[in-house]
């Protein structure tokens, strides 16, 4: 990763995705002795909401609302 002249890094997509992170989470940094580390700012959204966040528009299924509906429900 290289710093560029306004001071920001990419964080690789392997990465924020292991962790946890999608576009809009508001993160912090924090120095730890000689390091720095990137953590999910306090306020940030909980667990749950992170999780579909990130699962929000990959869903593969060419079933209608009322298909699904009917397997989920069995009616």
Request: proline share 1%.
Given at each position: ?75
């Amino acid at each position: 990763m290289r710093l560029n002249s306004k001071g920001q890094v990419t964080i690789p997509a392997d990465l924020r995705h292991k962790h946890g992170f999608t576009e809009g989470d508001e993160v912090e940094v924090v120095e730890d002795g000689d390091t720095l580390r990137i953590v999910h700012a306090r306020a940030a959204r909980s667990g749950g909401e992170r999780i579909v966040a990130r699962m929000r528009g990959t869903a593969s299924t060419k079933k209608t609302t009322a298909e699904l509906m009917e397997l989920l429900r069995g009616e």
